[in-house]
């Protein structure tokens, strides 16, 4: 918000900046007030006296007294004990009182040093008491209560949570543990039922024919002469521990405990009179809170889920304490982010003005709110912040009326403010005075003072219904000026929207007024803000609010060829640029039937000319025109053809040399490529030749011819071997098998017997399994020269190396191997070997794997 001060005029950033500086404390101030502690009652207890000061002799109350003597018995027992009520009874401790308090509360207050000492005095356990005169249901427990058919009641002014809690432990079981959230279903759920059926009475009254209540006051009502039945339900209930907290310690006289007894409470050892309280048996389902840090947990949502969940109240409004001011912060927050975007989207001042005066309005009326139900008690503060409220409700209209009546002004309404609306400001200021001098003449509340309960029970006298009149008839005027400054507007029927919002907002207060319960139940104050930031959205949103007004200047200085035609053929709005295109000798919207023609064509543009393309589209109450001038884009598509000609031109050249190059290269390829297998078969071919001219002057023809044909089809399978090297890096096993027995079948011609064996069955590297094909052959080759007749040739894996070992029947050391060869294994980084095994030499290659 502060970013949009910077952005007006020097002046309007002073007037902007100190208004945005009001709401943002109006937020300080709440954050502030959130920190006092509030448990949501602002009446005292019916017959008590709020404290005004303590001293260090005095008892403070903040339970239900309803049926219980303990008061006379602290008067008897501690000496000039004075007893007086304060919901802030942990305030009062530190003054130097003494407080009365629960287990689940004081254990923790000693624990965070909020008391010294806790003195448990007797028992309070929740039960179900039935009072046999008025029925004979048979209620054992918590979930026979439905069927009971007749009313229940929940006495207790402020802590119905106590008993609430009591149902939902003895329902999930004493040890239960789930977040609040779950943990009071199925409680909610019987409680609901039961207010189904029309039997659940929560007023102060234990009339009724069941109660849930506590043993004591059950005690105290049968010592009165009730005939009550005292159930300790079967699925369980809590037993408090009540008693008092201080800060110092507490002298009882001796007769305490019987006085206790006497009037009609249960000890902490569990003694008492048994004439008044059930068999000591039945105590059994009943503990004590086993898990104080998870009551406290669950507690403060205790009293919020019993309202929605049961008594489906405070559904659309904070429910406790805690939602109060959270909803507060959050209403806060929603109204200065709304002010902002208002400031942000809107261009004429008093709507900005009207915005920032609405917001300012609005927060300052739910602060007063909050600080209202920061101070406990219905005293003269707490009162005179309620009169402030008629402040900002009698204010809030003149601002819709002011905004109103400048609304057909563009230069945002700088003149004067008019007579009628200082004669109506000054009739609501009179009004206001009336309401805060409402303690001296009662015309607009009718209060009893005298009454500790008077904020809750009160009427309206008649000039109350002048003040609303003053509220809501500037409202109504303002809303029905609006509709007529909006009557050229051609989509009126939007405007029921924000009216539609008005009709819901007065119907809402009427029923408030009535006390309706989905209306009294809720929060006035954020109801009436939220639904005004609405009116005043929508109005916005349809154009019951002009937020901007200065289309038309906006059109005279756009560089854009474009106007706007009326239903009537006139223009209304046009661009400077439609009045001097370069392109046209006059107006295009001149040409009556070029716009009809652009119109059919809708969403096609059509084409004066070839450089020119107009747009037509119909909208609310007219057509709008425009036209784009191509001519740049048409001369970016002829340089963009020459262009793509030029590039298909070179991507010609380009392609035949591609073509040519490849060829060539393909060429090249082919003569290395037979180069290398030249070099590889170079060796064998000159052997072969050697052979052929030998093989007619052998004296042992068929063994040289075998030997010829053992070479030829080692020379065969080599060249194959050469491509495999050069289409991958790794061969199967089995591959290098299959050539290998090819040789060994070829070599019985020879008279060499060879036994081929391979026990690897991963796949060998290329170059790896041509060395172990050159070894055999040269091998057998060698084998065959000396009448060798047996050779065995195994491929196994070992320590991650693959070996061949050769074992000929001739003595494998005379085998040598040529240099070539064993260059060709070095570089491979083989190892070549003739091994000494126990019984014969062996040759060997080995490989890593």
Not at 85 to 100: D, H, L, M, N
Not at 376 to 405: D, E, K, V
Not at 476 to 494: D, E, F, I, Q, Y
């Amino acid at each position: 918000m502060l970013f949009y001060c910077c952005m007006g005029n020097k002046r309007e950033h002073h007037k902007i900046c100190r208004s945005t500086a009001v709401v943002l404390l109006c937020l300080i101030f709440l954050s502030l007030g959130g920190c006092v502690r509030n448990r949501g009652a602002s009446e005292n207890a019916p017959g008590s006296k709020t404290s005004a000061g303590t001293d260090s002799e005095s008892i403070v109350y903040y339970l239900d007294n309803d049926f219980t003597a303990f008061s006379e018995v602290l008067g008897q027992t501690l000496p000039n004990s004075i007893t007086e009520w304060s919901p802030r009874p942990f305030e009062a401790i530190k003054k130097g009182s003494v407080t009365e308090a629960f287990d689940v509360q004081a254990l923790p207050a000693v624990a965070h040093s909020l008391a010294e000492y806790w003195y448990p005095l007797y028992l309070a356990t929740v039960v179900i008491a039935i009072d046999r005169d008025m029925t004979d249901a048979a209620v054992g427990g918590w979930s026979d209560l439905p069927a009971a058919g007749v009313p229940v009641g929940m006495p207790g002014a402020y802590y119905d949570e106590m008993h609430f809690i009591a149902v939902a432990y003895g329902l999930e079981g004493m040890g239960a543990t789930r977040p609040a959230r779950r943990f009071f279903d199925r409680a909610a759920g019987l409680m609901t039922e039961l207010r189904a059926e029309g039997n659940l009475i929560t007023s102060p009254s234990y009339d009724a024919p069941i109660l849930i209540c506590y043993d004591y006051q059950a005690a105290s009502l049968v010592k009165n002469g009730r005939n009550l039945e005292v159930v300790i339900p079967r699925e369980g209930t809590i037993t408090y521990r009540r008693g008092l907290l201080s800060d110092k310690p507490l002298a009882f006289s001796e007769d305490f405990e019987h006085l206790l007894m006497s009037q009609g409470f249960r000890l902490t050892d569990g003694r008492c009179d048994a004439d008044l309280y059930t068999d000591a048996a039945a105590y059994a389902k009943a503990s004590g809170v086993q898990d104080v840090e998870h009551f406290n947990t669950v507690y403060p949502d205790a009293g919020r889920l019993f309202r929605r969940a049961v008594m489906h109240t405070r559904i659309y409004s904070s429910a406790d304490a805690r939602e109060h001011q959270l909803f507060a912060l959050a209403y806060i927050i929603i109204v200065i982010s709304w002010t902002a975007s208002v400031f942000r989207r809107a261009m004429q001042k008093e709507v900005r003005r009207s915005a920032l005066l609405t917001g300012v309005i609005l927060a300052g009326w739910m602060t007063a709110r909050l600080f209202k139900y920061q101070i406990i008690g219905a005293n003269t503060l707490s009162r005179y912040l309620w009169y402030g409220y008629y402040l900002f409700q009698l204010a809030l209209p003149l601002i819709g009326l002011r905004l109103a009546s400048v609304m057909d002004k563009p230069d945002g309404g700088g003149e004067r403010i008019p007579k009628w609306l200082k004669v109506i400001a000054a009739i609501s200021g009179a009004l206001l005075v009336l309401v805060f001098t409402n303690d001296l003449h009662n015309l607009v509340f009718r209060l009893d003072l005298s009454s500790p309960n008077w904020s809750n029970d009160y009427s309206y006298g008649p000039v109350f219904w002048f003040v609303q009149a003053a509220c809501w008839a500037p409202i109504a005027a303002a809303v029905l000026m609006l509709l007529v400054k909006s009557g050229r507007n051609p989509r009126k029927t939007r405007f029921l929207f924000p009216v539609a919002f008005i009709v819901i907002l007065m119907l809402y207060n009427l029923g408030y007024l009535l006390r309706i319960p989905l209306a009294w139940d809720s929060d006035y104050t954020m109801v009436i803000g939220l639904f005004a930031m609405m009116f005043f959205e929508a109005s916005m949103r349809t154009g019951l609010i002009a937020v901007n007004t200065k289309y038309k200047a906006l059109f005279a200085h756009s560089t854009l060829d474009m106007g706007i035609i009326g239903a009537d053929g006139e223009v209304a709005v046009s661009s400077a640029a439609a009045r001097h295109n370069v392109h046209n000798a006059h107006y295009w919207y001149d040409d009556k039937d070029m716009l009809a023609s652009a119109l059919a064509s809708y969403p096609q543009p059509t084409q004066p000319d070839e450089n020119t393309y107009l747009f037509a589209a119909r909208i609310a109450g007219g057509s709008a025109f425009w036209q784009e001038d191509v001519s740049g884009l048409n001369r970016l598509q002829a340089e963009i053809a020459e262009s793509v000609r030029k590039l298909s031109a070179a991507n010609s050249v380009l392609a035949e040399e591609e073509r040519v190059k490849r060829e060539v290269a393909g060429r090249n390829a082919k003569i290395q490529l037979i180069g290398q297998l030249e070099n590889e078969i170079a060796e064998p071919l000159a052997r072969m030749s050697m052979m052929s001219e030998r093989l007619s002057n052998a004296d042992e023809t068929l063994k040289e011819t075998a030997r010829f044909t053992l070479l030829l089809c080692y020379i065969k399978r080599r060249c194959n071997l050469f491509f495999r090297e050069l289409e991958t890096e790794r061969v199967p096993a089995g591959e290098l098998t299959v050539y290998m027995e090819e040789l060994a079948g070829i070599a019985d011609y020879t008279g060499v017997r060879v036994i081929v064996t391979s026990e690897t069955a991963a796949p060998l590297s290329a170059r790896t399994a041509t060395l172990f094909y050159d070894l055999l052959y040269h091998a057998i080759d060698w084998a065959a020269n000396l009448n060798c007749t047996h050779m065995l040739a195994n491929v196994w894996d070992e320590n991650n190396y693959v070996t061949m070992r050769i074992r000929p029947s001739a003595d494998a050391k005379q085998f040598k191997a040529d240099d070539a060869f064993l260059a060709s294994v070095d570089s491979a980084g083989g190892v070549f070997a003739l091994k000494d095994l126990d019984d014969a030499v062996a040759i060997s290659l080995a490989f890593r794997s």
